[in-house]
């Protein structure tokens, strides 16, 4: 079982519409979660970090954290077709390690 | 302010050949990682440096070795090149074991 899962998708949704985006992860240990997003044939890059139970915001993100259920989520309020990447879930495990999930496709469609 | 440079930006390989994948960060960051992508697996972990000094393998070590050079510098190095690690590699960085990783912009390697 990888320590990081995400669904693969495409996750498909009109333009303007909230995209959910899950990841579970495997470390009860864990204590800094992250999400990037890649574009095709780019490196990835950070959209937010989350380290404390709950909802974090920033414009039009929010991340949300469940230690509990080992569970982290990312929305995208009002998306964009340039929304359009693939969106990789990042945990740290064992306080070294940055381990990543497999990353869910988002198709946002005009 | 370059952030996390990988040389090259592409390389093809023959089957037995080595080489070594450069990283160098200008962000004074402590911790290095190097990882492979491949589709559908995601961003795999091969080794990382969780400080200057120290090396310790991920999850996908054989085949390859790393040397942490300096604060500034982490190495890849593929001894004798196999098709199964025609991939694309990244090097990233971070400040603290807690904070984000930046990355560099990867190198495509075809090994044939």
């Known amino acids: 079982q990888k320590e990081v899962e995400q669904n693969s998708g495409p996750l498909s949704v009109p333009e303007g519409a909230i995209a959910s985006l899950n990841c579970t992860y495997s470390d009860r240990g864990s204590q800094s979660f992250f999400w990037y997003r890649q574009y095709s044939g780019k490196s990835p890059e950070l959209i937010m970090s989350i380290y404390s139970n709950g909802d974090k915001e920033d414009g039009r993100f929010t991340a949300q954290l469940n230690k509990a259920s080992q569970y982290v989520s990312l929305l995208i309020r009002d998306s964009q077709p340039s929304d359009s990447a693939t969106y990789l879930c990042a945990v740290n495990e064992g306080f070294q390690k940055l381990v990543f999930g497999t990353g869910t496709r988002l198709l946002v469609s005009p | 302010n370059a952030g996390v440079t990988q040389t090259p930006k592409f390389q093809v390989l023959k089957t037995g050949q080595s080489m070594t994948l450069q990283c160098a960060q200008d962000m004074n960051h402590n911790s290095m990682y190097w990882y492979r992508q491949d589709p559908g697996m995601g961003l795999r972990l091969i080794y990382y440096s969780a400080s200057e000094g120290t090396t310790d393998k991920g999850e996908v070590p054989n085949g390859y070795n790393v040397s942490r050079l300096n604060k500034r510098e982490f190495s890849l190095r593929l001894e004798s090149a196999a098709p199964s690690q025609t991939s694309v590699y990244f090097c990233?960085?971070?400040?603290?074991?807690?904070?984000?990783?930046?990355f560099g912009q990867g190198t495509r390697l075809t090994v044939v």
């Open positions: 990233a960085s971070r400040i603290s074991l807690s904070a984000e990783a930046f």
